[in-house]
């Protein structure tokens, strides 16, 4: 008899989470890593956010409440969604979560049974990827090319549909690319869905940075074009925007009730309910125009990080880098320099085992996190089938211009260190092996 469940195995991590514990373990050393891994603003929650919290707590609001999510906040969901997208929907058609994590794996459970196809960008969110295999059905990713600037085409996208195709993910301001859908490729790609899916098909449409977008760029939903309000699941949430990580409020909106509800039955098993002194305050920064205030000034400094960090990126030999347009990311390609460090060299000397746990940016990810102290995620921690001979890996501009300085400097000497790489890998063995 087996301990674990087969399926236990079968669904993946989150590398930015992961490698915290390699970064605990420099720092318990006394080394000072700079940070440059996880997608977490440096920045506070609005403060008329935080004293909702305060009020809601002072006045006991710590109880269950509706596991649909409280109405005052799906209300101010609602009327949010026909603000910037000018769709009306009933608060009865929104699910809150602890966080916007939730709503994949739920929506995938909800949506797809063994045999059915997903089809989602790579490189994305891990955790688009990480449900597929874990439900049965069978991942099919839609590789973005740097050619083309990270964009998911209608024409992409066409190719892959099947009639086993069950959902398809979109993400727009895109993890880890920094890429910002137009007008006129989401409406491409909606004619293509309309017109080769059936319409139980679901899309589900990630728009977790609809606020971080950059040079005056607008957000756009696939949702907002006629017929895809009644095939579109929109997913956002407050983490990102308004810099509230831990405060775990997430949502999404089904495109009817029925499904809505099927989804909360979910939440009541696995959560019962979300805080409700979270949700009152999730209100209040979708509401009140200090919050608002709050927003657009941190999105102007991350504005201002990522001028600062693409034209420093621009000056290292070797090393290409699309422009972001929304987001905290960058993306940069270090193909050339993992040849010229001897990285493609040491994979191909790897074991045929290790060689399927790690990848060339992997091990540079690891080389420059143990050696030179600053940590990134590689291009594995964006979805990993087929994703080989894809040598990217990513930077969050979550910090000040002086650490980000700082870090990208660091990788620079790492670019460089030839006998350093060498080095790390006559020591690190274990490690490699078991990334």
């Known amino acids: 008899m087996d301990l674990y469940a087969k399926r236990a195995f079968l669904i993946d991590t989150e590398n930015a989470f992961k490698i915290s514990s390699h970064i605990a373990t420099l720092e318990s050393q006394g080394h000072r890593v700079v940070k440059l891994n996880i997608g977490e603003p440096d920045f506070n929650i609005p403060e008329v956010v935080k004293e909702e919290i305060k009020k809601q707590l ?22 949010q969604i026909y603000k910037t997208r000018k769709l009306s929907v009933s608060p009865e058609q929104i699910v809150v979560f602890p966080g916007a994590k939730p709503g994949i794996g739920f929506s995938e459970q909800v949506y797809c049974d ?49 009639p086993k195709t069950k959902m398809i ?15 006129f490729e989401l ?37 907002s074009f006629p017929g895809m309000e009644k095939r579109t699941i929109i997913s956002s949430g407050f983490s990102k925007s308004y810099a509230w990580t831990g405060g775990r409020i997430g949502y999404a909106i089904f495109p009817s009730i029925e499904e809505a509800n099927v989804v909360k039955n979910l939440n009541i098993n696995y959560f019962s309910c979300i805080s409700p002194y979270n949700q009152e305050a999730a ?19 991350f504005q201002t990080r990522r001028d600062f960090v693409y034209e420093k990126l621009r000056e290292i030999p070797n090393l290409r880098c699309i422009k972001p347009k929304g987001t905290f990311y960058i993306f940069p390609n270090i193909q050339q320099i993992c040849e010229n460090l001897g990285i493609m060299a040491a994979f191909q000397g790897l074991d045929p085992i290790a060689q399927s746990l ?32 894809q040598h990217y890996f990513r930077i969050a501009f979550t910090a000040n211009e002086a650490m980000l300085a700082e870090g990208i400097s660091r990788l620079s000497h790492a670019f460089h260190d030839t006998l350093g790489f060498q080095k790390f890998m006559r020591e690190q063995q274990s490690l490699v092996s078991s990334k």
């Open 58 to 79: 002072d006045d006991h609001n710590t109880h269950y409440c509706d596991p649909k999510g409280l109405l005052t906040l799906r209300e101010a969901i609602s009327q």
């Open 114 to 162: 063994p045999g059915d196809e997903v089809i989602y960008p790579s490189p994305s969110f891990p955790i688009f990827e990480s449900f597929i295999r874990y439900l049965g059905a069978k991942p099919v990713p839609a590789h973005l090319s740097e050619e083309n600037d990270f964009k998911l085409t209608a024409e992409a996208l066409s190719a892959l549909i099947t």
């Open 187 to 223: 409406e491409t790609i909606a004619k293509v869905i309309l017109n080769q899916c059936h319409p139980n098909v679901r899309v589900y449409s990630d728009e977790i940075y609809e606020r971080i977008i950059f040079d005056q760029q607008s957000h756009y939903s696939i949702a």
């Open 358 to 389: 790690t990848s060339p940016t992997s091990l540079f990810q690891l080389f420059a996190l143990y050696h030179h102290h600053v940590a990134i995620l590689d291009r594995r921690s964006f979805g990993k089938v087929g994703s080989e001979n």
């Open 283 to 301: 209100k209040v920064a979708l509401t009140h125009p200090d919050a608002e205030r709050s927003v657009v000034n941190m999105v102007q400094t």
């Open 169 to 183: 993910f979109l993400n727009s301001p895109s993890n880890p690319t920094g890429n910002v859908a137009n007008q």
